[in-house]
């Protein structure tokens, strides 16, 4: 069984940081290309970051500079690593992958951003 589960996610200060956790299980993780979404309250889902199986990263252009997604293909996690947040990064945050042509998603977890 297919699983993702994102953790992680906490309060934070404006320009503070968080690191996001993506657990994978039951598919052969490392060759899967694996991203993260995320989604404000009222607003659609939107692309953040990927990371592909040979290790490529690209990322939207709200957050390059400031995010960096990474992957341990031993701990089969995927990692978003969270710098100078702003409070228009506060929303849900989801790992995402298509495994045998279906999409997965995790339960997401919750990033605020707020003074």
């Known amino acids: 069984q297919v699983q993702l589960v994102e953790s992680g996610g906490n309060f934070v200060q404006p320009g503070g940081s968080l690191r996001l956790s993506c657990a994978a299980s039951?598919?052969?993780?490392?060759?899967?290309?694996m991203r993260w979404y995320r989604q404000a309250p009222g607003q659609p889902r939107e692309f953040v970051a990927a990371?592909?199986?040979?290790?490529?990263?690209n990322y939207a252009e709200p957050v390059k500079g400031r995010f960096t997604i990474s992957r341990d293909n031993v701990k089969n996690t995927v990692y978003l690593q969270m710098n100078n947040l702003k409070p228009g990064a506060t929303a849900n945050y989801y790992c995402?992958?298509?495994?045998?042509?279906?999409?997965?998603w995790g339960q997401g977890t919750l990033v605020t951003v707020s003074s």
């Open positions: 995402w992958s298509l495994v045998s042509e279906r999409e997965r």
């Open positions: 039951g598919f052969m993780f490392s060759i899967y290309a």
């Open positions: 990371v592909s199986d040979y290790n490529k990263a």
